[in-house]
């Protein structure tokens, strides 16, 4: 009797289980989405959440179809992924295109493509492209950063405005709005980021824009915890 319970535990001891696919996870976005510094979160994802990420951003991206190399093209190169994170930018409102409504580019104007020249038609083309090209994607959004570089870039309540007379957090509303629409879980970053003029210099370049790896490392956590909540099971 015990040498055939020797021999099963031999057996069972014996057995490789297949390994699990990890979940892969698209990064859309401009430079804050892929600079080198970037990776410092994304380890704190790979690291806590065991998932293997892939980054298609471009830097001076943004949602319009005019800004850069834009996410609406991001969406159509990426591959199937089991979740997309759209991470948008300060692009869109730093180069002056129009910010849009939540109505841009949806069933309500019949998918108008003049529309993709706004940052809220680009939210919803990037929607509706990944859903199309993976039906069973998660997706989830990232908000824009703050900036520190000019008032409006991190206060809320600023009275400065680009060229289109809206200010830095009307845009990152209007972001909320179009996931609010298509019920897209929302990371605020402008909102729970916690950096503010008081401890910036910590987590900034000096061009006070783009964060540096102690940022990322700040943020990633948050983001991470977010993530956790949304990753499908395998």
């Not at 600079?35 to 959440?49: C, G, H, T, V, Y």
């Not at 006070?208 to 700040?218: K, S």
């Amino acid at each position: 009797m015990k040498k055939f319970l020797f021999f099963l535990s031999f057996l069972l001891c014996s057995v490789t289980l297949p390994a699990r696919n990890p979940i892969t996870v698209g990064v859309l976005g401009g430079s804050l989405s892929v600079n080198p510094e970037s990776q410092a979160a994304k380890d704190i994802w790979r690291r806590q959440l065991g998932v293997k990420v892939y980054d298609y951003g471009v830097g001076g991206a943004g949602f319009s179809s005019l800004q850069g190399h834009t996410l609406q093209q991001q969406a159509r190169e990426a591959g199937v992924h089991d979740v997309y994170i759209l991470w948008a930018s300060t692009n869109d409102y730093n180069g002056q295109r129009e910010c849009g409504t939540w109505r841009d580019y949806t069933a309500l104007d019949g998918y108008d493509e003049s529309r993709l020249t706004t940052q809220c038609g680009g939210i919803n083309y990037c929607i509706r492209t990944l859903l199309e090209k993976n039906p069973r994607a998660t997706i989830v959004f990232f908000t824009s950063l703050r900036f520190f570089s000019r008032d409006d870039g991190h206060n809320p309540f600023s009275t400065a405005t680009n060229s289109t007379g809206l200010n830095f957090a009307d845009y990152v509303a209007a972001q909320r709005d179009c996931c609010r629409h298509y019920a897209i879980p929302v990371f605020d970053q402008f909102e729970l980021q916690g950096i503010n003029d008081f401890n910036y210099p910590l987590y900034y370049l000096s061009d006070q824009l783009h964060m540096n790896e102690d940022g990322y490392r700040f943020i990633g956590q948050r983001q991470a915890a977010f993530l956790r909540q949304y990753l499908p099971r395998k």
